[in-house]
């Protein structure tokens, strides 16, 4: 029985892997992204390729299209016969300075651009953090049965006591009625483990459609402050978006602000028959072109670039709050693992001092002082031990997993 016990906590624990450290692509720098259902990847994957298309898009917008435009027309006003006229042509009407606008247009599409990819690594980060949660959160249910499972074979061999003892006439009939009251009680604690179970099963496989039983997982260690500030994906977003609102003020102050742009046409028609060719001088094929400088006016001015500024000091505000939060989050989480340390550091003592306990009691049994029912439950209770520091272990890796859900390229 030992060895299976052993056999089956080993088993739980031997499935942890170290901690990874990986670099590469945004879409790819998860080192866990295939716990994920290959559906979800590939959501992830459309996410960061029409993020890309839509930069690329954003970036070349101050590009005005060229237009190609063709007619045919039928006219009946020429007597009794019907003059046919077509006119083809291409024309440009493009801007090529706005005061500094096409410049910072180019970089707010970058800008957004970063944003937008730090948002779908943050959203995809969090996804794989939660499936991985979930699989922690089944290990360490498959512990708190087997856990409750000895708690009721200690309680049966109780009730077995308790029974000799007031057939014997030692015990009042209210002890075995409380022992029977608790097995009762762990009994019905122990469907609800398992009901718990099945549904942490049902959520993990919305996730994904590997079996939970057969992944890895990693041993998740107290990463730095440093690292959790400098590669936290929240503060890398914020920051990008406030540079984006910066780059955005500047398009907002440069449109009220001169603008050159250039024209230019190329023409192929039909000449109306209304002007002889010979007499007018007017050509079929012609070029038009020129340039244009403007300038709005606009009595909303001051209030379209005040506005702008006000973004920016928000964003850039938002950005210092962030760091606050980040740093508090940190704290806490640190804090939460000191005390988890100090549970795994009493469940080790209690382990020790049970092990003694249980040696003194099966020699004990030997010798005919102690029954076989008290090595039993001495032996089950080195057990319960055994998993609490376990669940400990577990309870500690599902706080760092907290931290680990904000920084990019940490597992």
């Known amino acids: 029985m030992t060895q299976k016990i052993r056999k089956s906590v080993g088993h739980l624990c031997g499935s942890c892997a170290l901690v990874l450290m990986l670099t590469g692509s945004a879409a790819n720098a998860d080192a866990l ?15 960061f390729r029409n993020n890309t298309a839509q930069s690329d898009k954003l970036q070349k917008s101050w590009i005005n299209p060229i237009m190609l435009r063709y007619s045919r027309d039928y006219s009946e006003q020429f007597g009794s016969k019907t003059v ?54 089944i ?57 718990n179970l099945a549904q942490l099963e049902e959520n993990f496989s919305i996730l994904s459609d590997k079996d939970p039983y057969r992944l890895k997982l990693p041993s998740l260690k107290l990463i730095s402050k440093k690292v959790y500030t400098q590669r936290n994906l929240e503060l890398e977003r914020d920051r990008l978006k406030a540079k984006q609102e910066r780059y955005n003020a500047k398009i907002t102050w440069a449109k009220y602000l001169p603008t050159l742009s250039v024209h230019a046409r190329y023409t192929d028609e039909d000449i109306n028959p209304l002007f002889a060719r010979s007499s007018s001088g007017l050509k079929e094929k012609y070029r038009t072109y020129g340039f244009t400088l403007s300038m709005p006016l606009d009595i909303n001015m001051f209030a379209d670039v005040e506005a702008s500024k006000v973004a920016v000091l928000k964003a850039e505000t938002e950005v210092i709050e962030r760091k606050k939060n980040i740093e508090r989050a940190y704290q806490a989480v640190r804090k939460r693992v000191n005390v988890i340390d100090q549970k795994i550091a009493l469940a080790k003592k209690n382990e020790r001092l049970y092990r003694n306990l249980y040696r003194v009691t099966k ?16 032996y089950h209770s080195l057990q319960i ?27």
């Open 84 to 137: 046919k006229t077509g006119s083809f042509s291409v024309s440009i009407d493009q801007p090529i300075f706005r005061s500094g606008g096409i410049y910072y247009a180019i970089k707010y599409a970058q800008a957004l651009r970063g944003t937008n990819e730090a948002q779908i690594k943050l959203k995809k980060r969090e996804l794989i953090t939660k499936a991985v949660k979930l699989l922690f959160q």
């Open 363 to 378: 020699n004990l049994a030997k010798a005919g002082e102690k029954t076989k029912y008290d090595a039993q439950m001495m």
């Open 139 to 195: 290990k360490k249910s498959k512990l708190e049965i087997a856990k409750l499972k000895l708690l009721i074979k200690n309680d049966a061999i109780d009730i077995k006591q308790k029974k000799e003892s007031y057939r014997a006439g030692l015990l009042d009939s209210s002890f075995l009625d409380q022992a029977l009251l608790k097995k009762n009680q762990d009994e019905a604690s122990l469907l609800e483990l398992q009901a």
């Open 385 to 411: 031990k055994r998993l609490d520091r376990e669940i400990y272990q577990y309870d500690k890796q599902i706080e760092l997993l907290g931290l680990y859900a904000k920084v990019y390229d940490a597992i």
């Open 33 to 47: 992204a295939d716990i994920l259902s290959d559906n979800q990847n590939l959501l992830f994957d459309y996410d």
